[in-house]
């Protein structure tokens, strides 16, 4: 198995170069929406906005926990443990946890849907490949966009050199999508030092979060 030790982070400021180009309505690397979904998105912003003018804004998102993909694009640390079987990812977001089957089963034939559905995984070489399904319609694919509740995702995860991380994520949704969508981040290695993250106790409006990103030499 290759060297995953240690945790993973994106950058402060990748992530928050990503937000600012996610909130451009003509960004090439957003979501195709199918036009249902479109006006979706468009009437969950607006109501969004209303909220934030209202003093709300901050705590609207504190009562679902997050899901698939957005669990994994948050600029805090990630954790791989390789145990017989299974590879299993910690999160600082939310104090996630992902189960990621990699003893050759297949997906569950009548599953449970959840935020974080079933992960069904196998290496290709030093790649794992990630397979996920039974998302629950409750969980959004990206702010503001719901899932149908048939998404499907596929990860593919290497490390391109000793401290960086590449996750390849294409999303499928034939009923939100009109076209899957593609996106790759980068993660960089730093110490494994979570903090406990929880909305609730960011209901003061202080963005300012830690940076664990590992400092230059």
């Known amino acids: 198995l290759p060297d995953w ?6 950058p402060w400021a990748a992530f928050a170069a990503e937000n600012e180009r996610q909130r451009n309505p003509n960004y090439p690397g957003a979501p195709l929406l199918t ?3 479109a006006r979706l998105r468009d009437a969950n912003v607006a109501n969004l906005a209303q909220q934030q003018s209202n003093g709300n804004g901050r705590v609207q998102g504190c009562g679902n926990p997050y899901g698939m993909p957005g669990i994994m694009r948050w600029a805090f640390a990630i954790e791989f443990l390789f145990t017989p079987g299974r590879v299993t990812i910690l999160l600082e977001q939310a104090s ?4 990621v089957y990699t003893d050759g089963r297949a997906h569950t034939a ?3 849907p959840s935020y974080i559905g079933e992960s069904i995984g196998r290496w290709d070489g030093d790649t794992l490949v990630v397979h996920t399904t039974a998302l629950s319609a409750d969980t959004p694919l990206r702010p503001g966009v719901p899932s149908s509740g048939k998404a499907q995702i596929t990860e593919r995860i290497h490390r391109t050199d000793a401290n960086h991380l590449q996750i390849d994520t294409v999303v499928e949704d034939s009923i939100a999508l ?7 981040r980068i993660y960089e290695r730093t110490d494994p030092v979570f ?6 106790a960011n209901r003061d409006g202080n963005d300012q979060e830690p940076d664990l990103t590992p400092p230059v030499n």
């Open 178 to 184: 009109s076209a899957p969508w593609r996106y790759s």
């Open 35 to 37: 036009p249902e979904y």
């Open 195 to 200: 903090f406990e993250r929880e909305c609730e």
């Open 96 to 99: 996630t946890i992902r189960r």
């Open 110 to 112: 009548d599953p449970d």
């Open 5 to 10: 030790s240690g945790a993973w982070v994106i």
